[in-house]
């Protein structure tokens, strides 16, 4: 099956600067990989996703690369803000169990 | 519109006890899936439907666990026999469609096991 692996774990910044998550899968086939916000105590919600046929993707303040040839992807967080602060999880679509595998997560902690 | 919806939102229950957790997807949705995820960590792929049929059963931990959805809606979640490892929110999602596209997640059922 798919193995996501996700870095750094944890991630201080200072409001204003960038955040960079980054993660790894195994299965060369997957095809859709998604990226997550989940606030303390709250559901995961989507916030930017991207498909194995394009390269990257921007939404404001929020981009996401993908490098299949590498199998890894990342998020780019921009002018960060205290409520950026949040888990951050990258997923895969496996495309044999059609469900989503995901990374373990990274804290983002955006100091004011 | 109305969110997935789970319910309960809490689950208290004693070690050996059955519990069934129940999700209620966006209408419409013939996606559903659930997760679960334990304290501090990511979400563990549990069970895919589409329709009302699993085509996917394998993440399902041990044979304690079993899922259904009928009428192609809501879907319960049962556990027998708890275990004090089982304790962890159980968050359910659904799509509009099965495969590359957004999941939309409930607020998820936080179950402890005493």
């Known amino acids: 099956g798919e193995n996501v692996e996700q870095h750094p774990s944890t991630l201080s910044v200072q409001e204003g600067d960038s955040a960079v998550i980054k993660c790894t899968y195994s299965?060369?086939?997957?095809?859709?990989f998604p990226w997550y916000k989940q606030e303390l105590g709250k559901r995961p919600q989507l916030i930017i996703d991207?498909?194995?046929?394009?390269g990257e993707k921007k939404d404001q303040r929020i981009a996401v690369t993908l490098n299949k040839t590498a199998k890894h992807f990342s998020l780019h967080i921009t002018e960060t803000q205290p409520e950026d602060s949040a888990v951050y999880f990258c997923a895969v679509m496996d495309t044999g169990r059609r469900a989503l595998t995901f990374g373990s997560g990274t804290r983002l902690q955006v100091q004011p | 519109g109305a969110g997935v919806s789970q319910s309960p939102s809490n689950k208290v229950t004693e070690k050996g006890k059955d519990v069934e957790l129940r999700c209620d997807p966006i209408?419409?949705?013939?996606?559903l899936y659930w997760y679960r995820q334990s304290l501090g960590q990511g979400l563990e792929f549990l069970i895919y439907f589409q329709g009302n049929s699993a085509p996917d059963k394998s993440g399902l931990p041990s044979d304690r666990f079993s899922a259904e959805r009928t009428g192609g809606s809501v879907s319960t979640l049962t556990i027998q026999r708890t275990q004090q490892e089982d304790s962890a929110v159980y968050l359910c999602?659904?799509?509009?469609?099965?495969?590359?596209?957004?999941?939309?997640f409930g607020p998820g059922t936080r179950l402890t096991v005493t």
């Open positions: 999602a659904s799509s509009l469609a099965g495969g590359p596209s957004e999941q939309y």
């Open positions: 209408s419409g949705h013939t996606a």
């Open positions: 991207i498909r194995s046929n394009v």
């Open positions: 299965d060369s086939a997957s095809n859709y």
